[in-house]
């Protein structure tokens, strides 16, 4: 990995969209740490110290990089464009007219994303009023009222719209201009930046002896060594599941021009087992967290005893796997469905079996023993239908260690197995597309 980095470094081009990549982490990072005009960090802290078991919350800390424990200016990150395109994505099956811009090529790509830019405007308008109201009834902004308070409150709203828009610019530019994966780079960054604070306290409460805890030094170094063993083990694990492939052979027949003889060459599709990446599990736990987080910032709490605190609950993954009360791990069969669902869905979108296919066909090749045309069609939904099931599986999987060791160990975490798949998983996608950088770069080179 280094050395392709420093051979990365070595290229004018790649090195300048390293460089401005680089930068406008430095602003988003910078951008976390403005907080909102008018607030009150110390009020913030005592409202979320009564939502420090919600573990809604600390999934949206790690999306947001602790922005949002700060309310600074990106408190609501990324969050609304990730949800906008959930949206898009679902209404390309209700409304006919989106999809065709879906399949429009490149000019339907771009009005897609410019519908999209719209909803994440509307998306943060509404987030940033439902968090502006609900955490300043509790006097996030002081006993404000009247006038003062509206423009408070109007300051506030503007300042988090104002920054998600910002966030998803900048994104977009790292796509543009920087090393690609622009708003997953975000994300990454948001994610990192939470990483080191909760692997301390993991460690100060399962490993570091202190007066109170009376750990012995053999259980502390067991504990360790655990710990650090279901890293390294689920890391190499989403490595591996990130690079599989499942591999069609293709044979294209050999064809007769002028006195040569063309084609006649064997070759693959590769399908990767885990086709959709990480956004199956961007998706679902976004839809999991965010009706939880809406309604704690309105008083209501999971396991209340009402209707809909049963239902926070269930949707509260702290709650799954608890040996004490095992009921609300039908929560996890939800976000099983969910995921595996999305996996389906976003691979319907991004590879097309009957394109693949006509394309085959028109250039003279075939799978071998399979008739070209709508047989090949068939034949390649039915390999990748069972693709995506085994991909959408081992996503699962890696996403239950952690929540079966915090549901036995009753250890919360900002990061589990979701942002371990989204880290290791972004950074395998943009490594690989540093390389197609410099394959491509070469290739100039050598037509120069």
């Not at 006919?96 to 943060?124: C, Y």
């Not at 902004?141 to 998803?168: C, H, N, P, R």
């Not at 909760?198 to 259980?219: A, C, P």
């Not at 060459?265 to 976004?286: C, D, E, H, R, Y």
């Amino acid at each position: 990995m280094f050395k392709a980095l420093k051979n990365a470094l070595s290229i004018k081009d790649i090195r300048k969209k390293l460089l401005f990549t680089f930068l406008m982490v430095i602003v988003i990072r910078l951008g976390c740490q403005l907080p909102i005009p008018g607030s009150d960090a110390d009020v913030l802290e005592s409202i979320l110290s009564s939502f420090e078991d919600s573990d809604a919350f600390s999934f949206f800390s790690a999306f947001t990089g602790g922005s949002f424990e700060m309310m600074s200016l990106f408190a609501l990150s990324i969050t609304p464009y990730i949800t906008s395109s959930i949206i898009m994505q679902l209404l390309t099956i209700a409304i006919p007219k989106l999809e065709e811009l879906q399949k429009d090529g490149e000019t339907g790509r771009k009005t897609m994303a410019k519908i999209t830019r719209f909803v994440t405007v509307g998306l943060s308008l509404i987030e940033a009023i439902a968090m502006t109201i609900g955490l300043g009834n509790q006097e996030l902004f002081g006993d404000v009222s009247g006038t003062e308070k509206f423009a408070t409150y109007v300051v506030s709203i503007a300042a988090m719209v104002g920054g998600s828009t910002l966030l998803m610019w900048i994104g977009e530019r790292i796509t543009e201009s920087g090393i690609g994966n622009g708003i997953s780079i975000v994300l990454l960054v948001n994610i990192l930046s939470t990483i080191p604070d909760d692997i301390y306290n993991l460690f100060q409460e399962k490993v570091i002896i202190t007066d109170t805890n009376n750990r012995s030094i053999g259980m502390a170094v067991l504990s360790a060594i655990i710990i650090l063993l279901i890293f390294v083990v689920l890391i190499a694990y989403i490595v591996i599941l990130q690079n599989a492939e499942r591999r069609i052979p293709v044979q294209y027949a050999k064809k007769l021009q002028g006195r040569r003889m063309y084609g006649g060459q064997s070759t693959n599709i590769p399908l990767k087992v885990n086709t959709a990446g990480v956004m199956p599990v961007i998706f679902a736990s976004s839809l999991m967290s965010f009706p939880v987080i809406i309604s704690n910032l309105f008083g209501k709490q999971a396991g209340d005893g009402t209707t809909w605190g049963k239902v926070l609950k269930l949707l509260t993954t702290s709650a799954w796997f608890d040996t004490s009360d095992f009921k609300w791990t039908l929560g996890f069969v939800i976000y099983a469905v969910l995921v595996i669902a999305f996996a389906y869905f976003y691979t319907a979108i991004t590879f097309n079996p009957a394109e693949i296919a006509d394309n085959m066909k028109k250039m003279g090749g075939a799978i071998p023993g399979i008739r070209p045309g709508k047989t090949t069609e068939e034949y390649l939904t039915r390999i990748l239908n069972a693709v995506i099931f085994i991909g959408a599986i081992g996503l699962l999987l890696a996403a239950m260690v952690p929540i079966i060791a915090s549901g036995l160990t009753n250890v919360s975490l900002s990061f589990g197995g979701t942002s371990i798949i989204i880290v290791v998983g972004v950074i395998i996608e943009t490594l690989s597309q540093i390389k197609s950088m410099m394959v491509s770069r070469n290739y100039e080179g050598f037509l120069e």
